[in-house]
């Protein structure tokens, strides 16, 4: 849907804007910038127009002649589970014909000579138990079965099926640090997940009460799937140690089938005497991903325009195929106040801007409109992926699409949250107070129209809140946030079915509690703050197959075995990928084939860490 496309019937354009005139008035308390963003609001939808007045620029038109894609294989993974035995899972992909199955195969390690496991192909599910393991190492195989001929065998995954039961494997790291933030792409084209983290975990805000001195630099590093390590990147003291100045991520580009790293960048030691950086240069720089060697750079969007040191220093990216086909490099600068939007094709060793956007550009501007995170995601169908900055969405050619006026969210999530209604929808936490309830609310994706909202005003809605579907009772999505005291101390929280019901008050992790599609069910599993995994049925209650993860969870993502998701934590030198060893009861396509999905995997590495959310939810499938 481009801007101008956007019509109001004449009744419907007065009732919108009589509700953003009594929005701007119940907002004086809050400043004239967004009492009269929300009048400019209602007197544009009042004339007629779409939230966005800028004339639309054109399509985008990048390199590629079709959709980029991963190669991906089986993502065949063993792991030792309970009583000897061995769990064996691996991936559905898009590409399998719909009644394809799998044989399953073992070999002792060092041996050529294989053993099938299954008597005949497995359909039902993507996963095997092998009850009579040979107590010695061995490699686990899998063959798809496509009107009764087999494929060629796939990668073998190794396992001691007497060693220990521990649901997990340990990439150890080049250093006993812990690392911040995380990023999954294939570096090497194999076809499996490679993983580059930035540490050390530690984190400077750009607020006047909260920014302290950097103790050191970031290092970006590389491991293979195997866990080798390939490289490390010093960021350097031009880039502050703080998830806002050291935003990057990890994908495949330029189409070549290896996955490259754009970064923020800078040169030298720019700080000034009291450690903070406030001038010199500052790049979008693009490394090859197996080697870390810098193949391009561009200038990051400047400084210029900005209030001060605090609003300039909020930096974000992500990845959005603008034409549908091509994955281009979204840059951000800004997020309280004034923001730029620049957007890049990398082809041939270049980076080529597509289009820039500018908040101040939208009549009336969008100022602080921003998130503590940058979305990408197809929202209105038309095939091209749109850019969800916070509380307004771009179209796909760089013009602003639609805009709610409610300000700075903490926590965006897009999807088919509610899969009882057509369309995706938005699902916003609001940072900014709002004295008129809507601080936790969701919208129509392709309008920005609110679909519901809470009554109740808001102080500040924190952290990174989490949707999923965690109750089996409530179809769709349930929404969770909290909300702040005047000492930004948890206050309250709520529970929210996918139509704006209350279902709980009760406190499932704070701020920013995790979840992942862990058991049999098509439900997602709350990782607790402990580390323990607990289910959602009314009151929270333990999973029946206990685990406790260790570590800090910096992840969950589909990146092994069948469609459940694995949990990534960080140890002292260690990494940790756990993977279920429950038995599945059906199969569904790898979860990363989905784009939506996809999408949010590839901006894990930057901002607030939301979990990725399927567009289609396990369990809606048509």
Known sequence: MRATELQWHPITRLVLFLTMINRAVSMKGQGTESSLLCMGVGMAMLCGSAFAANEAKPLVQGYAAQRVVEKMDRGVIAIPAAEGKVHVGWRLLSGDPKDVGFNVYRRLLGESRVTRLTREPISKT??????????????????????????????????????????????????????????????????????????????????????????????????????????????????????????????????????????????GDPRDSDGRVRSGPEYVSVLDGMSGTEKAKILWPDREGFRDYN????????????????????????????????????????????????????????????????????????????????????????????????????????????????????????????????????????????????????????????????DPRYPGCETYSADTDPKKKFAWSLLHDCKGNVISEENLGGFAPRAAYWDASTQRTIINGKGALTELDGPKRPLNVPLKTEGTVVGVADILGDWREEIITTLPGEMRIYTTTIPARDRRLCLMQDPFYRADISTASQGYYQIPTPKVLPGFEK
């Open 126 to 267: 993507t996963d095997f138990i092998d009850e009579k393991t040979p107590r010695a190492k061995c490699e686990y195989l899998v063959a798809a079965v496509v009107d009764g001929q087999e494929r060629p065998l796939s990668p073998a995954s190794s396992v001691d099926p007497s060693a220990a039961f521990t649901s997990y494997l340990s990439i150890k790291l080049n250093g006993n640090h812990m690392f911040q933030k995380l990023a999954i792409a294939d570096l090497d084209g194999d076809g499996r997940y490679d993983y580059v983290i930035k540490n050390p975990n530690s984190n400077v805000d750009p607020y006047s009460k909260y920014w302290r001195k950097s103790s050191g630099t970031y290092h970006l590093e590389a491991y293979n799937a195997d866990g080798k390590f390939l490289w490390r990147y010093d960021l350097g003291w031009a880039i502050e140690q703080g998830i806002w100045y050291s935003p990057f991520v990890v994908y495949d580009l330029d189409g070549d089938g290896k996955a490259e790293v754009a970064l923020k960048t800078g040169e």
């Open 311 to 470: 609003y300039y220093c909020r930096n974000q990216m992500a990845v959005a195929y603008l034409d549908g086909k091509t994955p281009a490099l979204l840059v951000q600068r800004g997020t309280y106040t004034f923001i730029k939007l620049y957007a890049y094709e990398f082809h041939d060793g270049k980076l080529r801007e597509l289009w820039h956007w500018v908040s101040n550009d939208e009549k009336p501007n969008w100022n602080g409109q921003g998130a503590h995170c940058l979305r990408a995601a197809d929202i209105d169908g038309d095939g091209r992926d749109e850019v969800a900055l916070g509380s307004g969405v771009i179209d796909d050619n760089g013009t602003g699409l639609w805009c709610t006026g409610l300000g700075h969210p903490d926590h965006v999530y897009i999807g088919d949250l509610d899969p009882l209604r057509p369309g995706t929808e938005i699902y916003y936490g609001l940072e900014r107070a709002q004295k008129a309830g809507n601080g936790m609310c969701m919208v129509d994706a392709a309008t920005g129209r609110i679909l519901w909202g809470i009554k109740r005003p808001t102080r500040h809605v924190h952290g990174q809140g989490l949707v999923a579907d965690l």
